[in-house]
């Protein structure tokens, strides 16, 4: 299963934040600790997305492992900010590997991540389907359970549902029509981050001016906590909170 993770904070290279740590998201690609469901390691691509100045964000995807990439590597080691998604991904088994299926996903000012898999798909998928646009199953970024977690989410984002709520309920929907789904989904704008932890590992490290959530700790310090199954995290920078998931 897929790791990802999202900061907001104080500037901090792309380099300090996914390849210097011990226990990096680079690491996690090749030695992750805990691939609950599945899946050994995370080599089936990796994006990472970023607010350079302003609203908008950019991603750079790739369908294959972050640790074969030399670019990336050059990057990060320039390339300076206080909020990223990021994700390396161990594809479920069946589903397409290209670099529009790696997260973070993005539209507008959003960013989001799926750390997981929807059971039965694409078969349990279908009623919720059903109900999106036509244009956005079309344009599908892939034809993944994660890319169309993305649609069912943005959906709600575009109708003005707050993240936190939009994130909730398509965890709570999905979660009735396919029993037995992981859905460790990240959803940020650069300000705010919405996490649920449902059916996955999380941690979550806070310091009074930035927060870290991750799939896991990225070392053995002290600070991180894990969040237990079935709860939603909101944080900005500076502010941190924790809720019940619904029917979880
Ligand atoms: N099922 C999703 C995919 O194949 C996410 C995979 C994961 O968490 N490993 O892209």
Redesign the pocket.
């Known amino acids: 299963?897929?790791?990802?993770l999202a900061y907001l904070g104080p500037p901090v290279t792309l380099r300090e934040l996914l390849f210097d740590p011990p226990h990096s998201l680079l690491r996690q690609s090749w030695a992750p600790r805990d691939m609950r469901?599945?899946?050994t390691i995370?080599a089936?691509?990796f994006g990472i997305g970023w607010y350079p100045d302003g609203p908008t964000p950019v991603r750079y995807r790739r369908a294959q492992p972050i640790w074969s990439d030399p670019t990336i590597a050059e990057l990060a080691a320039v390339t300076s900010t206080g909020a990223v998604l990021a994700?390396v991904?161990?594809?479920?088994v069946g589903?397409?590997i290209v670099d529009t299926?790696?997260?973070p996903f993005a539209e507008g000012r959003w960013l989001f991540s799926?750390?997981?898999?929807?059971r039965g798909?694409p078969d349990t998928m279908v009623p919720l389907a059903a109900e999106l646009p036509v244009r956005d199953l079309l344009t599908l970024d892939?034809t993944?359970?994660?890319?169309l977690l993305w649609a069912l989410v943005r959906d709600r984002l575009r109708a003005g549902v707050a993240p936190a709520r939009a994130v909730a309920e398509t965890v709570t929907s999905v979660a009735a029509a396919a029993p037995g789904s992981?859905l460790?989904l990240l959803l940020t704008d650069g300000h705010t981050v919405v996490a649920s932890a449902a059916g996955?590992a999380l941690s979550l490290r806070a310091t009074p001016a930035s927060v870290l959530l991750a799939s896991e700790p990225h070392d053995d310090g002290p600070g991180w906590r894990a969040v237990p199954d079935g709860q939603l995290v909101q944080a900005t920078a500076t502010d941190l909170r924790q809720q019940a998931l619904a029917a979880w």
């Open positions: 299963m897929c790791r990802h469901g599945g899946g995370n089936d691509g994700a991904r161990s594809a479920t589903m397409a299926a790696a997260a799926h750390n997981g898999v929807v798909w892939a993944t359970d994660s890319a992981r460790n996955h």
